[in-house]
């Protein structure tokens, strides 16, 4: 069997967005250390921001940043919103009242906390002028996508089935991101309430969404070394992006008990759980999301409302270095992350895939 036609593709991705290797970091909300895009990037991958979080002035700070340190490639990602979550006081009051065995008292106010203004931000990323912006939870609105072509800025497209790739490509994404279930982190789908029941692997995904579009094709969810990025460029990707894999990299600045944690995580310690933040998501199977997601315990609220529930115990589980009781997002192939610079990691990841590839 000939590897060329995956080469090519990848020799066709580098080129195109100015990169040496075709290893992407992934954009991580609460992850994005400049310091790991900086190293990924000098490696010749692409740096990322998951910019969910932040303020449009810490955004702009992000992307200068990078700047001081890197003449390469980065994304800049933002989650598209959900309409505003439905509020039941009586459900809040029981998971407060469960979240209270877990960690500080939870004010009846911790639920009104929202994420920062979505119009704000796609200002700021349009300002920051990133190569590459990406979505992920739905699809930019058309208006916003018309500015990012006038600007020169290329759409890449979170997509977790085959029917959200289509519609991606439809509303205009120059690249697709095929996210499998395996991923760390928030499952990217567009409807949340099918987040659960649309549990596509990889294997599965990749080759259906290389089928049905045009646009090239990232790879990403449980790949963490050159064997996941080479069955990724056989399956049709032309890049594989990695979340899980950078974190216990010293760059990244992870909170050590997470990134310990990570090193002993089996496949099968993972779980898709609405316990954090009331979106599902891929984390350790830790003993906190063993309690919330038991039959006996209160419904998760909706997103976002969930996540401000959740944030004292959160603080208070990173003070004290008990994981169990902090948000530690992980893919299934958590405990193929090495402690290793991300640079060395970065070329090291593909010179095994080159090695396999032939
Ligand atoms: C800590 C963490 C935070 C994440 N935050 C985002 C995010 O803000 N936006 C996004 O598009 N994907 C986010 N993801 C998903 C990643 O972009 C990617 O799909 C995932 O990491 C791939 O799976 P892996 O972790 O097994 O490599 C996050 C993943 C992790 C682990």
Request: proline residues 8%; glycine residues 10%; hydrophobic residues 45%.
């Amino acid at each position: 069997m000939t590897m060329q036609p995956a080469l090519d593709r990848v020799e066709r991705f580098c080129r195109r967005f100015g990169l040496r290797l075709p290893v992407l970091l992934a954009p991580m909300a609460g992850a994005s250390a400049p310091s790991l895009s900086i190293a990924v990037a000098n490696a010749g991958g692409l740096g990322a921001c998951g910019a969910l979080p932040m303020q449009p002035k810490a955004i702009l700070d992000w992307a200068a940043e990078f700047r001081d340190g890197s003449n390469g490639t980065f994304q800049l990602n933002l989650w598209i919103p959900d309409p505003p979550p439905v509020r039941d006081p009586k459900q809040e009051r029981l998971v407060r009242d469960f979240l209270a065995q877990w960690g500080p008292e939870v004010p009846s106010t911790a639920g009104d906390a929202t994420p920062p203004d979505f119009a704000a931000q796609c200002e700021a990323l349009l300002a920051a002028r990133p190569t590459i912006v990406s979505s992920i939870m739905g699809l930019y609105p058309r208006e916003f996508v018309s500015r990012l072509k006038a600007q020169g800025i290329v759409w890449f497209a979170n997509i977790s089935t085959v029917g959200e790739a289509r519609a991606a490509e439809a509303a205009g994404a120059d690249v697709i991101v095929a996210q499998g279930m395996e991923a760390g982190g928030h499952r990217g789908c567009f409807d949340a309430a099918q987040a659960e029941r649309q549990m596509i692997g990889l294997f599965a995904l990749l080759p259906a969404v290389v089928d049905a579009v045009r646009a090239p094709v990232v790879a990403t969810g449980g790949i963490a070394d050159g064997r996941g990025v080479a069955a990724a460029l056989l399956l049709g990707a032309s890049a594989a992006q990695i979340g899980t894999g950078y974190l216990r990299c010293p760059e990244a600045k992870t909170h050590p008990a997470w990134a310990d944690a990570l090193a002993t995580t089996l496949p099968e310690d993972t779980a898709v759980s609405r316990a954090f933040s009331g979106r599902a998501g891929r984390s350790i199977a830790t003993n906190y999301v063993r309690a919330a997601t038991a039959k006996t315990a209160p419904a998760p609220a909706p997103y976002p409302v969930q996540r401000g529930l959740t944030a004292a115990m959160r603080e208070s589980g990173g003070k004290e270095g008990d994981f169990h009781r902090m948000q530690v997002w992980a893919g299934q192939s958590a405990a193929l992350a090495r402690v290793e610079p991300a640079g060395e990691l970065t070329r090291r990841i593909w010179q095994d895939a080159q090695a396999i590839l032939g």
